[in-house]
């Protein structure tokens, strides 16, 4: 079994990586700018990171390398290749980046206009609806607010009247109904599509239409940087026929794409709903110390330390130690 660390596990390496990294930046930093460092005091990003998720990182690091699972901290592409050529498990600790649009994925300088004129000639539902809500004068669009709705075929609520910005378009486009391509294909005469699945979509087609305007979505975050599923994808080694944890990253539509592409080849974990990392690393800790001590399988294990985790009150502040979280105790 190999487990692989794409977050920091270290002050020095969360410094290293809070200004460029999507994640960090986004949930456990303040306004950083390129090339910028966060303030180290104690009300900072980096102080929490360090007194909240690192200690159960560093729990579940420690028992892992003492268990003899192969650790790899500041994992990259060529990690992931290199764990799924020598191991049948791989457990990887990283973050996806997913369809939201988030103000640091707008290019600087792009305005409205911008991306507006991009999707005038489009002449896909999509694009129409972009093109009017990004370029229609605020007056017009709520005088017309029950015409257009009705014409395009849109909730209600999807047209509102007031003044949207770029980033709050782009993201009503990810969820909003509109007529789109239909009919029977090979028999199939309904598609019921998950809203997870949509927004993703949309996400690539305004990457597309959108391409270096929009800091393109969909990507998994490594040590040295996004990557879209077809580069994770084509880093897996050809014959893993194994199991792949996506431990910490909401990643079903990076779940999916990997088991289509290879016809479900390998197994894969993968959460539908964000989970604190610090719990994460718990449920990997758990599942270990399951298939250590009790010889389950890595699955069976990893379901039993999930439903466990499911009972505990996970929005609370972490333990000091997770070993005395879940009454594991190393065996001497």
Same mark, same amino acid.
Request: net charge neutral.
């Given at each position: 079994?190999?487990?692989? &660390?794409?977050?920091?596990?270290?002050?020095?390496? &969360?410094l290293?990586?809070?200004?460029?990294?999507? $994640?960090?930046?986004?949930?456990?930093?303040?306004?950083?700018?390129?090339?910028t460092?966060?303030?180290?005091?104690?009300?900072?990003?980096?102080?929490? *990171?360090?007194?909240?998720?690192?200690?159960?990182?560093?729990?579940?690091?420690? *028992?892992?390398?003492?268990?003899?699972? #192969?650790?790899?901290?500041?994992?990259t592409?060529?990690?992931?290749?290199?764990?799924?050529?020598? /191991?049948?498990?791989?457990?990887?600790?990283?973050? $996806?980046?997913?369809? #939201?649009?988030?103000?640091?994925?707008?290019?600087?300088?792009?305005?409205?206009?911008? /991306?507006?004129?991009?999707v005038?000639?489009?002449?896909?539902? @999509?694009?129409?609806?972009? &093109?009017r809500?990004?370029?229609?004068? #605020?007056?017009?669009?709520?005088?017309?607010?029950?015409?257009?709705?009705? $014409?395009?075929?849109?909730?209600?609520?999807?047209?509102?009247?007031?003044?949207?910005?770029?980033?709050?378009?782009?993201?009503?486009?990810?969820?909003?109904?509109?007529?789109?391509?239909?009919?029977? #294909?090979?028999?199939?005469?309904?598609?019921?599509?998950?809203?997870?699945?949509?927004?993703?979509?949309?996400?690539?087609?305004l990457?597309?239409? /959108?391409?270096?305007?929009?800091?393109?979505?969909?990507? @998994?975050?490594?040590?040295?940087?996004?990557?879209?599923?077809?580069?994770?994808?084509?880093?897996?080694?050809?014959?893993?026929?194994?199991? @792949?944890?996506?431990?910490?990253?909401?990643?079903?539509?990076?779940?999916? &794409?990997?088991?289509?592409?290879?016809?479900?080849? /390998?197994?894969?974990?993968?959460?539908?709903?964000?989970?604190?990392?610090?719990?994460?690393?718990?449920?990997?800790?758990?599942?270990?110390?399951?298939v250590?001590?009790?010889?389950?399988?890595?699955?069976?294990?990893?379901?039993?330390?999930?439903?466990?985790?499911?009972? =505990?009150?996970?929005?609370?502040?972490?333990? =000091?130690?997770?070993?005395?979280?879940?009454r594991?105790?190393?065996?001497?």
């Open positions: 079994m190999a487990l692989l &660390f794409a977050i920091p596990v270290t002050r020095e390496e &969360f290293s990586r809070a200004a460029d990294s999507d $994640w960090l930046s986004r949930d456990h930093s303040e306004s950083l700018g390129p090339g460092l966060p303030v180290d005091n104690e009300e900072t990003p980096v102080t929490r *990171y360090c007194s909240q998720v690192l200690p159960v990182l560093n729990d579940l690091l420690e *028992y892992a390398s003492e268990v003899k699972v #192969e650790v790899i901290c500041r994992a592409l060529e990690s992931l290749r290199s764990a799924t050529e020598k /191991f049948d498990v791989v457990t990887l600790l990283a973050h $996806w980046k997913g369809a #939201e649009v988030i103000s640091k994925d707008i290019v600087t300088g792009a305005d409205k206009r911008d /991306f507006a004129m991009r005038k000639d489009d002449m896909t539902p @999509l694009g129409q609806w972009l &093109f809500r990004l370029s229609e004068p #605020e007056s017009a669009r709520v005088g017309k607010k029950a015409g257009l709705a009705q $014409w395009l075929g849109l909730r209600s609520k999807s047209v509102s009247p007031q003044d949207r910005s770029v980033k709050d378009v782009l993201n009503d486009a990810l969820s909003v109904d509109m007529p789109e391509a239909s009919g029977a #294909e090979d028999g199939i005469d309904l598609t019921i599509e998950h809203e997870t699945t949509r927004a993703a979509r949309r996400r690539d087609e990457d597309r239409l /959108f391409d270096r305007l929009l800091n393109h979505g969909n990507r @998994l975050e490594l040590f040295d940087g996004l990557h879209s599923r077809d580069e994770v994808e084509a880093a897996i080694a050809p014959r893993f026929t194994g199991v @792949l944890d996506l431990a910490t990253c909401r990643a079903m539509v990076l779940a999916d &794409f990997l088991s289509a592409r290879r016809r479900h080849s /390998f197994r894969t974990v993968h959460l539908t709903h964000r989970l604190r990392p610090r719990w994460a690393a718990a449920s990997v800790f758990a599942t270990i110390h399951l250590r001590e009790k010889g389950l399988g890595y699955l069976e294990a990893r379901l039993i330390a999930s439903k466990w985790l499911k009972q =505990q009150a996970i929005d609370s502040d972490p333990p =000091q130690s997770v070993l005395d979280r879940f594991f105790r190393r065996t001497t």
